[in-house]
């Protein structure tokens, strides 16, 4: 793995550099090489001399000058350190097997090289501006090491990048190292991946790929792996049972100095004597290596008499990697090309459809490493070649304005420009029965006489836009708390009393009960929804079907609560459905601030820009506690630091057991308390860790147990469809769940057991519920398909006790349990757990039965299971070290559920402010990657400047973007 760490102060680095030899005299008796344009403009070449080193890391240059501002600190450098994965250090340091350091040694240079023509930066002041210029040059010296800190074999490079580069200008001034830090896990991947394809030359066999492209060679057992890794097994050993956070300062808490090797034959007899212990005999598997090396390049050399056996043998290689059915991602003209081009084409369509399920649009750099994180045998350069190719045929679109370097997808395009010009194309089509003076003062009277409350402003608003616009689709924008619930009553009330009965639509169960209770409105899942018209679409021919629809649905209004919730498409297949059935209304409520959608999209937000009539409520009533009240303004604001300095009294700092800290504020409060104090916790891992402590104070006060019964539950991996097409994914132990019969692949619906792994033929295999043993190849599943038909899981051990809050992660609606609800274990008793369901009702399951393999504990709840939920008091838990959770729709949604109180626990609050402002969270919609949205919006002003009615522009609008679709513009 990549690691990057600054280097220390310029004093400090003197001593450490020089004095104590750890760069400039490495392990293996090597002293560094200068690499990069940078050291060669600097006249620095071959070997590194400390004394040259050490000038450079303070800045100062060779011809006598210096960069940086005199009498101020100057950071020296930056450490990348690439390390090899175990299995290919023991090939190297114990098997003696040369050909691989250098192998690592020229995909480490390699990657250098690609970091310096994309990452290199520096500052240039212009007219009182700062901006950031490209540079194309680094100085890099590179030192190898055959150790780490428990002296055990370990081959990396320390790549020390100095904080000097050369201007455009020709000036010489310090490096902006903002991209060496943010591009860390693509350069790994850019290294490991160029290393597949070296040591596959040399004979050797790699392993599947894991995270950020690593893999391990075959052959080696993973005990024999962990033995010559005690050093990794401190740092797990220092995490167990600390909760995540603590795990990430594990390696730090652990870390003792690096003592200098004495006598390096005395250390290899000891590796030697330890490998022997564990029957590890690395010989074999080098012999073998060079054998089929040799056999490969006897191959490569032997004449090719036929065309036709060249052709063969590329066709069948890239059905190997691809599976049977053409890639319509593959440009035809790729087969005619060698092996890396055909895998790296293959890469990158696997890439686009991977990143396209998540997002609308991404960074080139995320497609460059969702491609070679497949481990397919291609590098950087070809990877890079075919993402221009699919640019070149209009495929990928690239991004302008702030979206430079961006890529949408041409079908992400269309699908955006089909939301809009559905909504517009309801536009006008409404006949409203009551006018706007008179919707207002029909619900404000309603709410009075019938809820005892009185409208606001914002909630008056949003009244007369759903009663009275002349638009079917129209939006509600409300912040956090602004009372959208409450004005649903009364609406509700006046659209039944029209004729127009309202269906609620929630993304989750508990949404649906909670919209159900807040406003009496009968509601269903938006799935639910989508499944039962869903033919509508799909079968445009059936008259029978539409005449159906419309029986059902015409006068009706459908109100879709946390509409920021719902993806691209999801958000189309509503809106079309909405026009064909002919509903009356079609009312998107939500916060476009608030969590997106766990799919591609934002259309919630998209439908705003693209100027959909809206209503818009901006005070929030929910906040009762007044300094709560202003953190929550502020960070509607996206105020991040302003809410923290505001919430400075309620915060916790903690170093590194944040998860026990929240269990323990918790579990201090009174039992009444405790029922009116919800946990919130950032993501996945720290919410797990906070429920294990919670049981665990719980268990030791007595106040669950005695009874427990052992569980194994079902967590879902976190994968997209195409992930699950490649062999990596699956492991032994797991269990992959088919929702639909996958004809094409012999699946038949239900659970099926992962068995052993035959990646020579491209099959893992499966056990069904009846003991039945499967064949199933991951790379014939359909390219394109529902993207949830197929769900992989890992089995954990789950202990529960009498009195234990559980919550449920799959659905049972014969019995009335429901994904995300949760329930109170009342009894268990030879084998039978009793529960109390959130509506009171118990229900007795007996071991075994499916859903206690569907449970979960439910003391704390992440930010996506909180958005739309309100309690009076809350704790919430944050780490500034989960950088993909620290963003501000996260903190938004966290901030905003409370009524009366905040506890926030946090590492650090400035670090937490400065990684929450650095990142929205925001997902990007495809139009505002290419700015085709801006351009729509010109081409809406434009007409407005004319005579025609503003209610005819909008018509034509959605008439070109339909054109726009159909003519492929």
Same mark, same amino acid.
């Given at each position: 793995?990549?690691?990057?760490?600054?280097?220390?102060?310029?004093?400090?680095?003197?001593?450490?550099?020089?004095?104590?030899?750890?760069?400039?005299?490495?392990?293996?008796?090597?002293?560094?090489?200068?690499?990069?344009?940078?050291?060669?403009?600097?006249?620095?070449?071959?070997?590194?001399?400390?004394?040259?080193?050490?000038?450079?890391?303070?800045?100062?240059?060779?011809?006598?000058?210096?960069?940086?501002?005199?009498?101020?600190?100057?950071?020296?450098?930056?450490?990348?350190?690439?390390?090899?994965?175990?299995?290919?250090?023991?090939?190297?340091?114990?098997?003696?097997?040369?050909?691989?350091?250098?192998?690592?040694?020229?995909?480490?240079?390699?990657?250098?090289?690609?970091?310096?023509?994309?990452?290199?930066?520096?500052?240039?002041?212009?007219?009182?501006?700062?901006?950031?210029?490209?540079?194309?040059?680094?100085?890099?010296?590179?030192?190898?090491?055959?150790?780490?800190?428990?002296?055990?074999?370990?081959?990396?490079?320390?790549?020390?990048?100095?904080?000097?580069?050369?201007?455009?200008?020709?000036?010489?001034?310090?490096?902006?190292?903002?991209?060496?830090?943010?591009?860390?896990?693509?350069?790994?991947?850019?290294?490991?991946?160029?290393?597949?394809?070296?040591?596959?030359?040399?004979?050797?066999?790699?392993?599947?790929?894991?995270?950020?492209?690593?893999?391990?060679?075959?052959?080696?057992?993973?005990?024999?792996?962990?033995?010559?890794?005690?050093?990794?097994?401190?740092?797990?050993?220092?995490?167990?049972?600390?909760?995540?956070?603590?795990?990430?300062?594990?390696?730090?808490?652990?870390?003792?100095?690096?003592?200098?090797?004495?006598?390096?034959?005395?250390?290899?007899?000891?590796?030697?004597?330890?490998?022997?212990?564990?029957?590890?005999?690395?010989?074999?598997?080098?012999?073998?290596?060079?054998?089929?090396?040799?056999?490969?390049?006897?191959?490569?050399?032997?004449?090719?008499?036929?065309?036709?056996?060249?052709?063969?043998?590329?066709?069948?290689?890239?059905?190997?990697?691809?599976?049977?059915?053409?890639?319509?991602?593959?440009?035809?003209?790729?087969?005619?090309?060698?092996?890396?081009?055909?895998?790296?084409?293959?890469?990158?369509?696997?890439?686009?459809?991977?990143?396209?399920?998540?997002?609308?649009?991404?960074?080139?750099?995320?497609?460059?490493?969702?491609?070679?994180?497949?481990?397919?045998?291609?590098?950087?350069?070809?990877?890079?070649?075919?993402?221009?190719?699919?640019?070149?045929?209009?495929?990928?679109?690239?991004?302008?304005?702030?979206?430079?370097?961006?890529?949408?997808?041409?079908?992400?395009?269309?699908?955006?420009?089909?939301?809009?010009?559905?909504?517009?194309?309801?536009?006008?089509?409404?006949?409203?029965?009551?006018?706007?003076?008179?919707?207002?003062?029909?619900?404000?009277?309603?709410?009075?006489?019938?809820?005892?409350?009185?409208?606001?402003?914002?909630?008056?608003?949003?009244?007369?836009?759903?009663?009275?616009?002349?638009?079917?689709?129209?939006?509600?924008?409300?912040?956090?708390?602004?009372?959208?619930?409450?004005?649903?009553?009364?609406?509700?009330?006046?659209?039944?009393?029209?004729?127009?009965?309202?269906?609620?639509?929630?993304?989750?169960?508990?949404?649906?009960?909670?919209?159900?209770?807040?406003?009496?409105?009968?509601?269903?899942?938006?799935?639910?929804?989508?499944?039962?018209?869903?033919?509508?679409?799909?079968?445009?021919?059936?008259?029978?079907?539409?005449?159906?629809?419309?029986?059902?649905?015409?006068?009706?209004?459908?109100?879709?609560?946390?509409?920021?919730?719902?993806?691209?498409?999801?958000?189309?297949?509503?809106?079309?459905?909405?026009?064909?059935?002919?509903?009356?209304?079609?009312?998107?409520?939500?916060?476009?601030?608030?969590?997106?959608?766990?799919?591609?999209?934002?259309?919630?937000?998209?439908?705003?820009?693209?100027?959909?009539?809206?209503?818009?409520?901006?005070?929030?009533?929910?906040?009762?506690?007044?300094?709560?009240?202003?953190?929550?303004?502020?960070?509607?604001?996206?105020?991040?630091?302003?809410?923290?300095?505001?919430?400075?009294?309620?915060?916790?700092?903690?170093?590194?057991?944040?998860?026990?800290?929240?269990?323990?504020?918790?579990?201090?409060?009174?039992?009444?308390?405790?029922?009116?104090?919800?946990?919130?916790?950032?993501?996945?891992?720290?919410?797990?860790?906070?429920?294990?402590?919670?049981?665990?104070?719980?268990?030791?006060?007595?106040?669950?147990?005695?009874?427990?019964?052992?569980?194994?539950?079902?967590?879902?991996?976190?994968?997209?469809?195409?992930?699950?097409?490649?062999?990596?994914?699956?492991?032994?132990?797991?269990?992959?769940?088919?929702?639909?019969?996958?004809?094409?692949?012999?699946?038949?619906?239900?659970?099926?057991?992962?068995?052993?792994?035959?990646?020579?033929?491209?099959?893992?295999?499966?056990?069904?519920?009846?003991?039945?043993?499967?064949?199933?190849?991951?790379?014939?599943?359909?390219?394109?398909?529902?993207?949830?038909?197929?769900?992989?899981?890992?089995?954990?051990?789950?202990?529960?006790?009498?009195?234990?809050?559980?919550?449920?992660?799959?659905?049972?609606?014969?019995?009335?349990?429901?994904?995300?609800?949760?329930?109170?274990?009342?009894?268990?008793?030879?084998?039978?757990?009793?529960?109390?369901?959130?509506?009171?009702?118990?229900?007795?399951?007996?071991?075994?039965?499916?859903?206690?393999?569907?449970?979960?504990?439910?003391?704390?709840?992440?930010?996506?299971?909180?958005?739309?939920?309100?309690?009076?008091?809350?704790?919430?838990?944050?780490?500034?070290?989960? $950088? #993909?959770?620290?963003?501000?729709?996260?903190? *938004?949604?966290?901030?905003? @559920? +409370? &009524? /009366?109180?905040?506890? !926030?626990? =946090?590492?650090?609050?400035?670090?937490?402010?400065?990684?929450?402002? $650095? #990142?929205?969270?925001?997902?990007?919609?495809? *139009?505002?990657?290419?700015? @085709? +949205? &801006? /351009?729509?919006?010109? !081409?809406? =002003?434009?007409?407005?400047?004319?005579?025609?009615?503003?209610?005819?522009?909008?018509?034509?609008?959605?008439?070109?973007?339909?054109?726009?679709?159909?003519?492929?513009?």
């Amino acid at each position: 793995m990549l690691s990057v760490a600054n280097v220390r102060s310029p004093s400090a680095a003197a001593s450490y550099f020089a004095a104590d030899n750890y760069y400039a005299r490495a392990d293996a008796d090597r002293s560094g090489q200068w690499i990069g344009k940078g050291a060669d403009l600097l006249g620095l070449k071959g070997r590194v001399e400390a004394k040259a080193f050490n000038a450079l890391l303070r800045g100062e240059l060779p011809d006598g000058s210096s960069v940086g501002n005199p009498g101020q600190w100057h950071r020296p450098g930056t450490d990348l350190t690439f390390s090899l994965p175990k299995s290919w250090s023991l090939l190297a340091l114990l098997g003696k097997d040369e050909r691989i350091v250098e192998a690592y040694r020229e995909a480490v240079i390699e990657t250098l090289a690609w970091a310096e023509k994309n990452a290199a930066e520096t500052r240039l002041v212009e007219k009182g501006q700062v901006r950031t210029v490209a540079t194309g040059n680094l100085a890099i010296g590179l030192f190898q090491h055959d150790t780490n800190r428990n002296q055990e074999p370990n081959l990396h490079f320390h790549a020390v990048v100095a904080n000097v580069t050369r201007g455009p200008d020709g000036v010489w001034r310090t490096l902006k190292n903002d991209r060496l830090w943010s591009l860390n896990t693509l350069l790994n991947s850019i290294a490991m991946a160029r290393f597949r394809t070296s040591v596959e030359k040399l004979g050797y066999e790699a392993g599947p790929a894991l995270k950020h492209g690593n893999f391990e060679a075959r052959g080696i057992s993973r005990e024999q792996l962990m033995a010559f890794s005690t050093r990794r097994q401190e740092v797990l050993d220092a995490r167990r049972g600390s909760g995540l956070e603590a795990g990430r300062i594990a390696a730090l808490a652990t870390r003792s100095a690096k003592a200098a090797i004495k006598d390096r034959g005395a250390l290899a007899v000891c590796w030697d004597q330890a490998a022997k212990e564990i029957g590890l005999d690395l010989e074999p598997l080098v012999e073998v290596s060079h054998l089929r090396a040799a056999r490969q390049e006897r191959e490569a050399a032997r004449p090719v008499t036929l065309v036709e056996r060249g052709i063969a043998r590329l066709r069948a290689f890239a059905a190997r990697i691809s599976g049977e059915e053409r890639d319509p991602l593959v440009p035809s003209h790729v087969w005619k090309k060698g092996p890396e081009a055909i895998a790296a084409a293959q890469a990158v369509a696997s890439g686009v459809r991977h990143l396209s399920q998540r997002e609308a649009g991404f960074e080139r750099e995320a497609l460059y490493k969702a491609a070679l994180d497949f481990g397919l045998p291609t590098t950087i350069g070809h990877v890079e070649t075919a993402v221009r190719s699919l640019v070149r045929s209009g495929y990928l679109l690239e991004g302008t304005g702030e979206h430079r370097g961006w890529v949408a997808s041409r079908e992400a395009v269309e699908l955006e420009t089909r939301i809009l010009a559905w909504a517009a194309e309801g536009s006008g089509a409404i006949k409203p029965g009551t006018g706007a003076s008179e919707a207002e003062s029909r619900v404000q009277a309603s709410a009075e006489i019938n809820h005892g409350f009185k409208l606001n402003e914002g909630q008056l608003g949003a009244a007369r836009l759903i009663l009275s616009s002349t638009d079917r689709t129209i939006a509600i924008q409300g912040v956090a708390g602004a009372g959208k619930s409450s004005v649903l009553k009364p609406v509700a009330e006046v659209l039944r009393e029209e004729g127009h009965p309202v269906i609620g639509l929630a993304v989750q169960n508990t949404l649906v009960q909670m919209l159900e209770r807040d406003t009496g409105i009968r509601s269903q899942t938006l799935a639910r929804f989508l499944k039962d018209w869903g033919t509508l679409i799909d079968e445009p021919g059936n008259d029978a079907r539409q005449i159906e629809a419309k029986a059902a649905l015409k006068d009706h209004v459908l109100v879709l609560d946390e509409a920021s919730m719902v993806s691209n498409a999801d958000k189309e297949q509503l809106i079309r459905i909405a026009n064909l059935a002919g509903v009356h209304r079609l009312v998107l409520m939500g916060d476009r601030r608030q969590l997106g959608a766990v799919d591609a999209g934002k259309p919630f937000a998209l439908l705003q820009q693209g100027g959909i009539a809206r209503a818009e409520m901006n005070t929030n009533l929910r906040g009762r506690d007044p300094v709560l009240r202003q953190a929550q303004a502020a960070a509607q604001a996206g105020l991040v630091r302003s809410a923290l300095d505001h919430l400075k009294g309620h915060t916790v700092e903690t170093q590194g057991d944040g998860a026990i800290v929240a269990a323990e504020r918790w579990l201090s409060l009174p039992p009444s308390e405790r029922e009116r104090t919800a946990i919130y916790a950032s993501g996945r891992n720290l919410r797990s860790a906070v429920n294990e402590a919670v049981q665990r104070g719980l268990q030791a006060n007595g106040e669950i147990g005695p009874k427990k019964i052992a569980l194994e539950v079902l967590d879902r991996v976190n994968l997209t469809r195409e992930e699950l097409r490649y062999l990596a994914a699956y492991r032994p132990g797991m269990v992959l769940e088919v929702a639909k019969p996958e004809r094409t692949l012999g699946l038949r619906r239900g659970e099926y057991a992962v068995g052993d792994i035959d990646e020579a033929k491209g099959i893992v295999r499966l056990e069904d519920e009846r003991g039945r043993q499967h064949a199933f190849r991951p790379a014939r599943m359909r390219k394109a398909g529902k993207d949830d038909n197929l769900a992989l899981f890992e089995q954990r051990q789950l202990e529960i006790h009498r009195g234990d809050r559980i919550r449920w992660t799959r659905n049972d609606h014969r019995r009335g349990l429901f994904n995300a609800d949760r329930a109170k274990v009342v009894s268990i008793e030879r084998g039978r757990v009793t529960v109390e369901t959130s509506k009171g009702e118990h229900l007795q399951l007996q071991e075994g039965d499916p859903m206690l393999r569907r449970a979960d504990l439910a003391y704390a709840l992440n930010a996506h299971m909180a958005q739309g939920l309100t309690s009076d008091r809350g704790i919430a838990v944050m780490d500034s070290r989960e $950088r #993909n959770l620290s963003n501000q729709q996260t903190f *938004l949604v966290t901030v905003t @559920r +409370l &009524r /009366d109180h905040l506890t !926030l626990v =946090v590492d650090s609050a400035a670090k937490l402010g400065g990684a929450v402002v $650095r #990142n929205k969270g925001e997902k990007a919609s495809a *139009l505002e990657v290419t700015e @085709r +949205l &801006r /351009d729509a919006a010109a !081409l809406g =002003v434009s007409k407005g400047r004319g005579e025609q009615p503003a209610r005819e522009s909008e018509r034509e609008l959605s008439r070109e973007k339909v054109r726009a679709i159909d003519f492929g513009v």
